[in-house]
T-cell receptor
Framework: DAGITQSPRHKVTETGTPVTLRCHQTENHRYMYWYRQDPGHGLRLIHY???????DKGEVSDGYSVSRSKTEDFLLTLESATSSQTSVYFC?????????????FGPGTRLLVL | GESVGLHLPTLSVQEGDNSIINCAYSNSASDYFIWYKQESGKGPQFIID?????DKRQGQRVTVLLNKTVKHLSLQIAATQPGDSAVYFC??????????FGKGTMLLVSP
């Protein structure tokens, strides 16, 4: 594994509650990503970060926010969880962008919104 | 929850066979491609990558072939083992854009 941990690994929550997922890396990589994975879809990018306090939206960013106050931590917040946000969430890291960018993934967080 | 492996095309092979997993990518201008392996309940794991200026790249027991004319990528696994059973998916990238992932193929290896 590429030195990436995600917490919690499993969470059950209720509709309307805020939820924060954490990604922690020990590789000192500049770029960090949050994806969601659902049956019938490929991995879809939610948000990504290209440095401390530098973030941008991905393909499916509505209902999600992120923060990166330290190189090693990237937080994903569901501001008010909905059942459509039930998914498996993966964090990924890379040390470059452009050609040759290889993203390494964490173990995932399985989120169930009731 | 429902497994990400459901609804995917499936390739079933016998242990020791060679496996070929295919991927049609979407953007003819994509210049970088990656193959990932995902075992049940785990995160995607990098297998091999290839740049668009190459047609073939070999790793340990794996070979990736790139056919830019028909926007096709394939992953060949030699002497497939039960531990190779997983979902395999490709990803493509153009320049500094973000990676775009395919939906994947499930590989089932029978002893």
């Amino acid at each position: 594994d590429a030195g990436i941990t995600q917490s919690p690994r499993h969470k059950v929550t209720e509709t309307g509650t805020p939820v924060t997922l954490r990604c922690h890396q020990t590789e000192n990589h500049r770029y960090m990503y949050w994806y969601r994975q659902d049956p019938g879809h490929g991995l879809r990018l939610i948000h990504y970060s290209y440095g401390v306090k530098d973030t941008d939206k991905g393909e499916v960013s509505d209902g999600y926010s992120v923060s990166r106050s330290k190189t090693e931590d990237f937080l994903l917040t569901l501001e008010s969880a909905t059942s459509s946000q039930t998914s498996v969430y993966f964090c990924a890291i890379s040390d470059r962008q452009g050609q040759g960018e290889t993203q390494y993934f964490g173990p995932g967080t399985r989120l169930l919104v009731l | 929850g429902e497994s990400v492996g459901l609804h995917l095309p499936t390739l079933s092979v016998q242990e020791g066979d060679n496996s070929i997993i295919n991927c049609a990518y979407s953007n003819s201008a994509s210049d970088y491609f990656i193959w990932y392996k995902q075992e049940s309940g785990k995160g995607p794991q990098f297998i091999i990558d290839i740049r668009s200026n190459m047609d073939k790249r070999q790793g340990q027991r794996v070979t990736v072939l790139l056919n830019k004319t028909v926007k096709h990528l394939s992953l060949q696994i030699a002497a497939t083992q039960p531990g190779d059973s997983a979902v395999y998916f490709c990803a493509e990238k153009l320049g500094y854009s973000t990676l775009t992932f395919g939906k994947g193929t499930m590989l089932l290896v029978s002893p």
